[in-house]
């Protein structure tokens, strides 16, 4: 049992507290039956952190009627007497156009899961990866993610061979992850780690390499947020040691860049290079395989950003602003996010090396990278250590006070 956060995030969409939500659930009771409800704030309470995740047949009509949605969209379950039940179908009936032909007939749900439910279940994937491309993580990705996942998990309550469960757990990691990693762009690293502790279960059930190789990466990014880099390597050493990088060189280079940044942010120069030469060395035998979404960030684009960060990290600036430079020119333009935590790195590694004016300029451009979208969290997180360093190396040159103002209008707008 665990705190409902897609309900929770859906509370916070609306710009609800616990008692407005139970005054609304109320007065939607009133509108369908004719009589006021009786939800009160402890009753929103239990959804929310998990103490109830069955509301009795009442609550599920007035939290449909609310949010638009059914339960299980909001990470409950409804009662199995409620699937037939006359309030409720009263209440879809209230919300929409009020004939008979805007109801959809309830179909009884087949007995048996087989590989099209799993593909028809995979199909949010592509969108929500493509998603995460552009703008990064956010907690309306994270949500749609939980909400597939949902569905997947439903699946496995019917009847199905081992085959088709396994492929079920290993979208159900896929998903996950996919929260997991939202939950590391916006920095709520505890909620984070609980999605990954689940992804790591899915993964394990499932038996599947690239769910396994998944896991491991997310929870070195995760251990890098923190800056526990003891982790990060021990995590790194685990995907090396799976089988998708053991049998596919890609997935050998990623795993090992990933040793380079945390050799590197230990202080340990010749292991971060050996790992770097290794990882460049595998990415250069790989083939063009069919491989899951997840992975299209990877590639020379992504090798360079990360040779950027690792030569930043041990101290050689100059090589840092070229692999960055590298790095940006392959990126492809719908991979905002990606770009602009490239262009961060550029600018610090101008900076360092004592060229605050172009660094300044560079910094900008986040901004425009971009487009308007929100920054991630740790998009912000970066462009916030640049402030503070280009206060500390250049506190009163014209170009910092320019970048104070620039700053100072981007977060109000933000």
């Known amino acids: 049992m665990g705190a409902n956060v897609v309900l929770q995030a859906r509370l916070q969409q609306l710009g609800l507290s616990q008692d407005q939500l139970a005054d609304r659930c109320n007065d939607a009771l009133l509108a369908i039956t004719g009589r006021p409800g009786n939800m009160s704030s402890r009753t929103v309470r239990n959804l929310l952190d998990g103490s109830s995740q069955r509301p009795i047949g009442r609550t599920c009509v007035a939290l449909e009627r609310v949010f638009g949605c059914p339960v299980t969209d909001l990470g409950l379950s409804a009662p199995h007497s409620l699937q037939e039940d006359p309030m409720r179908r009263r209440a879809f009936m209230l919300s929409t156009t009020g004939t008979a032909a ?6 009884r749900r087949r007995g ?8 028809r279940a995979a199909a949010d994937m592509e969108t929500l990866v493509e998603v995460d491309d552009r703008q990064g993580g956010n907690a309306s990705l994270a949500i749609r993610a939980l909400s597939a996942r949902k569905k997947v998990l ?6 199905a061979s081992e085959r088709v469960r396994r492929a079920l757990y290993a979208l159900a990691a896929e998903y996950t992850n996919l929260a997991a990693f939202s939950y590391i762009d916006l920095r709520d690293l505890d909620a984070a780690q609980r999605y990954l502790n689940e992804a790591g279960t899915f993964s394990g059930l499932s038996q599947d390499p690239f769910a396994g190789i998944h896991f491991w990466i997310n929870i070195g990014l995760l251990s890098s947020q923190r800056k526990n880099w003891a982790e990060h390597r021990a995590s790194a050493h685990a995907a090396v040691a799976t089988k998708a990088a ?3 060189p890609f997935f050998s280079s990623l795993a090992r860049a990933r040793l380079a940044l945390s050799h590197a942010a230990l202080g340990d120069r010749r292991a971060a290079k050996k790992a770097l030469g290794s990882a460049q060395d595998a990415l250069s035998k790989a083939t063009q395989d069919a491989r899951p979404r997840w992975t299209s960030f990877y590639g020379p684009a992504e090798l ?16 840092a602003e070229a692999m960055a430079h590298r790095a940006l020119a392959k990126i492809p333009r719908e991979f905002q996010r990606n770009r602009a935590l490239a262009t961060c790195q550029l600018a610090s590694a101008q900076l360092r090396q004592g060229e605050p004016e172009q660094a ?3 910094a900008v451009a986040v901004f425009s990278i971009m487009n308007g979208a929100p920054l991630p969290q740790r998009i912000r997180t970066l462009v916030g250590d640049f402030h503070r360093d280009l206060l500390r190396i250049a506190p009163s040159t014209t170009c910092t006070r320019e970048w104070v103002e620039r ?3 981007e ?4």
């Open 304 to 319: 360079n950003h990360i040779s950027a960060i690792t030569c930043f990290r041990i101290g050689e600036h100059a090589a």
């Open 360 to 362: 300044t300029q560079t």
């Open 246 to 248: 053991r049998n596919d």
């Open 112 to 119: 048996t899961v087989g590989m099209s439910d799993v593909d």
């Open 411 to 414: 977060w109000s707008r933000v």
């Open 102 to 107: 805007a109801t959809v007939p309830v179909l």
């Open 407 to 409: 700053m100072r209008d």
């Open 154 to 159: 439903d699946l496995q309550q019917r009847n």
